[in-house]
């Protein structure tokens, strides 16, 4: 009786031994399969149909750097404009110091004055309220966010994103789904342009930094404006966006490209600026610290 019960229970042992051993190994298949999740790989296939070289992606692509930005991307989905304080640009030491960094570049700002006609004061308001006249420049991987964006695209990775971020406060469902259709797009032509870029002026494109949305150097180009807008200022033969004498030329270029003329008045200015940041309380607070430098 010992005997046969002692044979029932070794079975009943076995069994479940048997029964964990399967489960773990299903368990851990499936978590291996979702740690080896490649956010990227569409993306690159897709990158490399456009005319990137495939060894140039793939090597891009599995450098440790490049990661798919979970956290940064949540907040690019809650952002609103409306958020967004510029009140304290005008207050009088950020004038001081913008009054400062427009006598040191002076030459700079008299040079693109001179070539395109654009007020040195609203280049000034811009890059003071763009990035503190280039001491905030971005913390994120331009990169990275833009690759995150882009590979949005693919509805397997909107899955698994939506899964990880789906607790976000203020973010429902409907409204990630339409802001991922729409900016997967847009990322995706301003990631094409950031390696064009990169590659063109031989910088290596894991290491720059920018804003949530991909912006880059003192004057917040984004990408796809580099090419057509960003201006040699230094003339040294390259486009350096963190060099002031270019982001200086280039916010010139652009806002003449887009109908600054010299004598402007304030209606058609607001209009112009309106191109380079679509908030009406940014032009404004441009145009305020514009005049404040001026008085
Ligand atoms: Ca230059």
Same mark, same amino acid.
């Given at each position: 009786m010992i005997c046969i019960w002692s044979a029932r229970t070794l079975i009943e042992y076995v069994t479940r031994c048997l029964f964990l051993a399967v489960w773990l190994l299903i368990f851990n298949s499936s978590a291996m399969a979702a740690?080896?999740?490649? +956010?990227?790989?569409?993306?690159?296939? #897709?990158?490399?149909?456009?005319?990137f070289d495939r060894d140039m992606i793939t090597n891009l692509y599995s450098r440790p750097e490049v990661t798919f930005e979970t956290r940064g991307i949540s907040a690019y989905f809650v952002y609103r404009e409306s958020k967004v304080r510029y009140d304290h640009y005008s207050e009088q030491l950020q004038i001081k110091r913008a009054k400062k960094y427009l006598a040191k570049h002076l030459s700079a700002f008299d040079e693109a004055e001179k070539?395109?006609?654009?007020?040195k004061e609203v280049i000034t308001?811009?890059?003071?309220?763009e990035t503190q006249l280039g001491k905030l420049l971005g913390s994120r991987s331009i990169?990275?966010?833009?690759?995150?964006?882009?590979?949005?695209?693919?509805? @397997?990775? #909107?899955?698994?994103?939506?899964?990880?971020?789906s607790n976000t406060p203020?973010?429902?469902?409907?409204?990630?789904?339409?802001?991922?259709? #729409?900016?997967? @797009?847009?990322? +995706?032509?301003e990631l094409k342009a950031y390696l064009?870029?990169?590659?063109?002026?031989?910088?290596?494109?894991?290491?720059?930094?920018?804003?949530?949305?991909?912006?880059?150097?003192?004057?917040?180009?984004?990408?796809?404006?580099?090419?057509?807008?960003?201006?040699?200022g230094n003339n040294d033969g390259k486009i350096d966006l963190f060099d002031d004498a270019d982001a200086i030329a280039s916010i010139a270029y652009y806002l003449k490209k887009h109908g600054w003329r010299p004598g402007i008045d304030r209606q058609q200015a607001e209009k112009v600026i309106y191109h380079y940041n679509h908030s009406k309380r940014y032009v404004e607070a441009v145009l305020k610290i514009s005049d404040l430098l001026k008085g």
């Open positions: 740690n080896e999740f490649n +956010y990227f790989e569409s993306l690159q296939e #897709r990158l490399i149909s456009d005319g070539t395109y006609g654009v007020d308001a811009i890059i003071l309220v990169m990275n966010t833009l690759s995150t964006m882009a590979a949005l695209s693919d509805p @397997q990775v #909107r899955e698994a994103l939506w899964l990880q971020i203020d973010l429902t469902r409907e409204r990630f789904e339409e802001k991922a259709a #729409r900016k997967s @797009q847009w990322s +995706y032509r064009m870029h990169a590659f063109t002026e031989g910088f290596d494109p894991v290491k720059i930094n920018g804003s949530f949305a991909g912006a880059m150097g003192i004057a917040q180009f984004m990408p796809s404006n580099i090419e057509p807008l960003a201006r040699d």
